[in-house]
């Protein structure tokens, strides 16, 4: 809703972490790279922004490189794209949904999932997933979160 607020856009929300369970729950997490091979139907360079966060945390990386193929696929030339990336690893199956209250604040709602985060990704090992894109800006939260603006070159 803030989004469509603030910036009056089309929105599309694809939920991924659906996606993840569905796979986790019927035995298929190897069929996840296939899946995010052909999971979007935009056409190449349509989309603006795209936001990330946390997804890649829960894949194992021929799922990371496939979904990461896709997002940069579907982004616009000079398009953006923001990801957040733990720095570490939980033990429990949950999710962490962001809910955007205002321009500076948002709000990290937990709730379970059939997957666990995987080993936390390296700054280098990140930005080579991305390699069409560059680096425009990156934060380390004080929580280990990664918090990293591409835009497409």
Excluded at 19 to 41: P, T
Excluded at 105 to 121: L, V
Excluded at 136 to 147: F, G, K, N
């Amino acid at each position: 809703m803030f989004f469509g607020e603030q910036i009056q856009c089309k929105i599309f929300i694809e939920d991924l972490f659906r996606d993840i369970d569905q796979h986790v729950i019927q035995g298929k997490i190897s069929a996840l790279e296939n899946f995010f091979a052909s999971r979007f139907s935009q056409p190449n360079n349509s989309v603006d922004c795209v936001l990330a966060w946390d997804i890649f945390d829960y894949l194992e990386h021929p799922a990371k490189e496939a979904l990461a193929a896709q997002l940069m696929r579907i982004i616009s030339p000079s398009g953006f794209l923001l990801t957040f990336f733990s720095g570490s690893q939980l033990d429990e199956s949950v999710y962490t949904r962001r809910i955007i209250l205002d321009e500076s604040t948002f709000e990290n709602r937990e709730y379970p999932g059939a997957c666990n985060k995987k080993d936390p990704m390296l700054s280098r090992d990140i930005i080579k997933l991305f390699d069409q894109m560059k680096v425009v800006e990156q934060l380390l939260l004080r929580t280990s979160v990664r918090e990293i603006l591409f835009q497409k070159q």
